[in-house]
């Protein structure tokens, strides 16, 4: 049953992982690669503030506002310096690793002592505290986003993604919104790792190596499963996210060790793609076969 909880507490976590990369992958189609150095960066960033002595709603609160600027540094080196996004993300990662650990002065903090988000709300167990915690967050950070994208900024922010000609046919600055998108997407990842941080009650900087992956995972799978039910893109990351730490409970009760979960994480991705393109062709073929 502790597994279970832990699943399904991990899963809502790296649900809200899984939306600030569905903006930049799904709604705006660039391949940010910051990710991997900003969910450390929100991890490292809560444990600073927290041990400053911070309330840890203010500090979880200014982690996503302080993350944001790491989206700004990412499209500074793309759309100021022309920097291709791919190698943007690279380079944003790279910097954010040595500003990493120069926030605490060392690789990883331990948080045992220090009061959480989670310590603000109790019934009796400890694992239901914690899942009602974040489900609080998960559907407030969901209703915000959805609420966003239903917005004019919203729809130009996908309207980008789609065609940005037409964005500028319309008067309007598709940079902008390209800006707006990476320090939303980079804010949420943030708050994601500063979240995993208080639940695991310690922040590092081996939180990052893969956590793209892990996103790309949750909204592939959401993606793959739902994708003929009428459902927001959010609510498929959500599921996608809870699917995937599923998958891993299963993993490890099968026998793997923790270690071997990154594996497992490529697997799953490659897994899904290759059923993606073969369902993709074979759709294809029968179209083709019925105009014949």
Do not use: H
Not at 115 to 127: L, P
Not at 168 to 185: C, D, H, P
Not at 192 to 221: E, R, W, Y
Not at 254 to 272: C, E, N, R, W, Y
């Amino acid at each position: 049953m502790n597994l279970i909880y832990t699943t399904i507490e991990q899963g809502l976590i790296y649900t809200i992982l899984g939306i600030g990369v569905f903006l930049t992958y799904k709604v705006l189609d660039i391949a940010d690669l910051s990710v991997d150095s900003t969910f450390p960066f929100g991890a490292l960033l809560f444990a600073k503030l927290a041990t400053l002595g911070l309330n840890p709603i203010l500090g979880t609160v200014g982690t996503f506002v302080l993350g944001t600027l790491t989206g700004l540094l990412a499209a500074v080196l793309c759309i100021g310096l022309k920097i291709k996004p791919l190698l943007a993300g690279i380079l944003n990662m790279t910097i954010l690793y040595s500003i990493n650990l120069r926030i605490n002065g060392k690789a990883n903090v331990s948080l045992g002592q220090t009061d959480t988000i989670f310590d603000y709300f109790t019934v009796g167990n400890r694992y239901w505290d914690r899942i009602i915690v974040m489900v609080i967050i998960v559907v407030i950070v969901k209703i915000l986003v959805d609420i966003y994208l239903k917005t004019e900024s919203g729809y130009m922010l996908v309207a980008t993604g789609d065609n940005k000609s037409l964005v500028r046919s319309l008067g309007e600055s598709a940079n902008k919104y390209v800006i707006i998108g990476l320090m939303l997407s980079n804010g949420l990842v943030a708050l994601s790792g500063a979240l995993l941080s208080q639940s695991q009650k310690f922040a590092d900087m081996q939180m990052g190596p893969g956590t793209i992956v892990i996103a790309l995972a949750s909204i592939i799978i959401g993606d793959t499963i739902f994708r003929y039910r009428n459902i927001r893109g959010t609510t498929r990351v959500l599921m996608g996210a809870i699917i995937y730490k599923l998958i891993n409970a299963i993993a490890l009760e099968a026998g793997l060790q923790p270690s071997d979960f990154k594996m497992v994480t490529g697997i799953i991705v490659v897994l899904f793609i290759a059923y993606n393109n073969t369902y993709a062709s074979w759709q294809i073929k029968k179209i083709s076969r019925r105009r014949l």
